[in-house]
């Protein structure tokens, strides 16, 4: 299952509200989680099956989407939230990556 | 606290071999299916591979990219995680993460990696 996200890159402010778009090759359900990768350290997992927060996760985070198409949606961009966030698909072997989004400061 | 500390990275030959380690802490190791993957300099993640617990025979599966080069395996005993590496060449320099897979919940099983070490870096070049 090849997953695609778009923007690849995203330029916001702090206090903006940004969409990230995570899109599968065939359904995969609820399969999907999200990811929020800061340079020079591992992932951090922000969002199981969708939609599902992670204990610790700000509630600014948050997931939809079903199917082939999802989003990661940030309420309110706060410093610490510029990253690069990956989507992946847990619905069949091999959980695929999505290529990434990087948020940056504009 | 769970903690995952990987190590053996380094600098190695092309055809080379490496074996990395990966030592888990604060969980019941034992229970979780384990995945390690990879991070080329300057590029996104791409998933090595994944052993199952025992319940499930531990069970590897393989990225295409790495089958036949590569051999995960696990020590229960010592909390441990392995990543055996043969024939090693230039584009598998990354840095190498392992990771906890989570185990499935009421709700279903959404296999999504919770917890991961801080990565070693492989290094193949002459």
């Known amino acids: 299952i090849q997953l695609t996200q778009s923007p690849s890159f995203l330029s916001a402010s702090v206090g903006d509200r940004v969409t990230i778009t995570c899109r599968a090759s065939q359904g995969i359900s609820s399969y999907l989680a999200w990811y929020q990768q800061k340079p020079g350290k591992a992932p951090k997992l922000l969002i199981n099956a969708a939609s599902t927060l992670q204990s610790g996760v700000p509630s600014r985070f948050s997931g939809s989407g079903s199917g082939t198409e999802f989003t990661l949606t940030i309420s309110s961009l706060q410093p610490e939230d510029f990253a690069t966030y990956y989507c992946q698909q847990l619905n069949s072997d091999p959980p695929t990556f999505g290529p990434g989004t990087k948020v940056d400061i504009k | 606290e769970v903690q995952l500390v990987e190590s053996g990275g380094g600098l190695v030959q092309p055809g080379g071999s490496l074996r990395l380690s990966c030592a888990a802490s604060g969980f019941t190791f034992s229970d979780h299916y384990m995945d390690w993957v990879r991070q080329a300099p300057g590029k996104g993640l791409e998933w090595v591979g994944r052993?199952?617990?025992?319940?499930?025979?531990?069970?590897?599966i393989y990225a295409a990219s790495v089958k036949g080069g590569f051999t995960i395996s696990r020590d229960d005993s010592s909390n441990s995680l392995y990543l055996q590496m043969n024939s090693l060449r230039t584009e598998d320099t990354a840095v190498y993460y392992c990771?906890?897979?989570?185990?499935?919940?009421?709700?279903?099983?959404?296999?999504?990696?919770?917890?991961w070490g801080q990565g070693t870096l492989v290094s193949v070049s002459s």
């Open positions: 052993i199952k617990n025992k319940a499930n025979s531990y069970t590897t």
């Open positions: 990771a906890r897979v989570r185990l499935c919940g009421s709700t279903g099983c959404y296999r999504a990696l919770d917890y």
